[in-house]
């Protein structure tokens, strides 16, 4: 298909001619033997923006949360999340399979932290009767909660500080938050033991994520990296276009935010209810259809053959996400699209 508007995800971009010549004139190492200067340079930089000591270059997301949530729970213990939290909803059971880690969860609108739940959620050390808790992660922004950011991030880290449990950050889209609030990116992730951050999504790569944390998490997690067949070559080529990324595309999310509310806007007028443009905090638009007549796999193929792709998060669910290779026109279209097919 040509001339379509792609909105399934962030993750659907091409680099740019400018990130494209920046991969090619990478200088490069064997990452294995810790001598890829690219890659040295971008778990370096990435570290300091996030105000911890190491980092480490992963291929995905999945990957980085892994590594750091095994850093932070051992084998049999739990982590608790959100129920919709990607770590448990889309990382297929490998939290359970590869590292022996358990999960309990709780729920909220938006996926947002509730930290009275939390609070009874904590099991302490009981002895051979109980799983203790040994970290809690929380997802910021929130994927399935239509890219929320996390308002009580910060009662929360006071709270496991004060009982001295870790806490994990599922950063995917750490970026967005940082630039819809104000806030640096160090502000939230510095408050955790083990954070993720993605290259891959908001800001353009075409592959990566970054795993951040203590000198000594960091070395183990590299060891559990190659361990499970994820060590790098050359991967200075990928890292680079990492780095171009991290210098040119941070600030200029806030468009993609802008856009969301166009479309979020556009949605309501169409389906009052379906979403609430107030609450669209980033990129992301979850509208509920249910109530509409049409079910989501209607409108997605609809979509699809008007020349809009999006995709289906729940059985009512609907989702959109803005990125930089969509314009401000393409979002309107998209959106308008969307609308036609919903109120039709």
Known sequence: MTGVIDLRSDTVTRPSAGMLAAMTSAPLGDDVYGEDPTVNALEEQVAGLLGHEAGLFTVTGSLANILGVRALVPRGGEVLCEASAHIVRAELGSHAAASGVTTRTWSAPAGQIDLEQV???????????????SA????????????????????????????????????????????????????????????????????????????????ELIREARVWRKRLGAGWRQAGVLAAAGLYALEHNIERLAEDHANARV???????????????????????????????????????????????VGGVGATQLRVVTHLDASAADCRTAAETLARIIAG
Not at 119 to 133: M, S
């Open 119 to 133: 609070r009874t959620l904590i099991a302490p050390d009981l002895g051979p009767y109980f799983v203790q808790t």
């Open 136 to 215: 809690v992660s929380v997802e910021n922004t929130h994927n399935f909660g239509g890219g929320s950011i996390q308002h009580g991030y910060d009662a929360l880290a006071d709270e496991l500080n004060a009982r001295g449990l870790p806490l994990h950050l599922d950063g995917a889209r750490l970026w967005n938050a940082a630039v819809a609030t104000g806030r640096t990116a160090a502000s939230y992730a510095s408050r955790a033991a083990a954070a993720s951050v993605c290259l891959s999504k908001g800001l353009g790569a075409p592959v990566g994520s970054v795993l951040v944390g203590s000198a």
């Open 263 to 309: 479309i979020a806007l556009v949605l309501a007028d169409a389906a009052p209810g379906s979403v609430k443009p107030d609450q669209v905090d980033t990129n992301i638009v979850v509208a509920d259809l249910a109530g509409t007549g049409k079910s989501v796999a209607q409108v997605v193929e609809a979509a699809r053959d008007s020349g809009v792709l």
